[in-house]
Nanobody, 124 residues
Framework: QVQLVESGGGLVQAGDSLRLSCAAS???????MGWFRQAPGKEREFMAA????????YYADSVKGRFTISRDNAKNTLFLQMNSLKPEDTAVYYC??????????????????WGQGTQVTVSS
C-alpha cells in the first residue's frame, strides 16, 4: 500500500508554469503512476501516465507538448511540469498509483491509490 501527497499547486497567470509533486510513503518503483484533474462540475480526466521505470510517458491530447510527467524512484516522487498554462487548465490535480508490470494506464478505474489533490488556478 502507498499513500500519496500532492503539492505545488497555486494561482498563476495564463502562460506561466507550475511544477506539481506527488510524494509517496512507499516505494513507487513498484507502481505505474498517473496524473488526473477535475474541474468543477466535470468528471475527473486523464492528463499523463508513466510506467514503473519511467519510459514511454503518455499524455492526453489537451496537454501534449505543454505538460511533462517524470518520476524519481530514488526519492519516491512523481512530478508534473506544466508550461504555457491556460485558464482551462484550472482544476484540482490528483496523482494516482497502481501496482503493475511495466505498463501505463489511462483510466481512473485502473488506479488503486489516490492523493488528496492540489488546486491549480490559472487566471486570464
Amino acid at each position: 500500500q502507498v499513500q500519496l501527497v500532492e503539492s505545488g499547486g497555486g494561482l498563476v497567470q495564463a502562460g506561466d508554469s507550475l511544477r506539481l509533486s506527488c510524494a509517496a510513503s512507499g516505494r513507487i518503483s513498484d507502481y505505474a503512476m498517473g496524473w488526473f484533474r477535475q474541474a468543477p462540475g466535470k468528471e475527473r480526466e486523464f492528463m499523463a501516465a508513466i510506467s514503473r521505470i519511467g519510459n514511454s510517458p503518455y499524455y492526453a491530447d489537451s496537454v501534449k507538448g505543454r505538460f511533462t510527467i517524470s518520476r524519481d524512484n530514488a526519492k519516491n516522487t512523481l512530478f508534473l511540469q506544466m508550461n504555457s498554462l491556460k485558464p482551462e487548465d484550472t482544476a484540482v490535480y490528483y496523482c494516482a498509483a497502481r501496482g503493475s508490470p511495466n505498463l501505463i494506464f489511462v483510466y481512473c478505474t485502473d488506479y488503486e491509490y489516490w492523493g488528496q489533490g492540489t488546486q491549480v488556478t490559472v487566471s486570464s
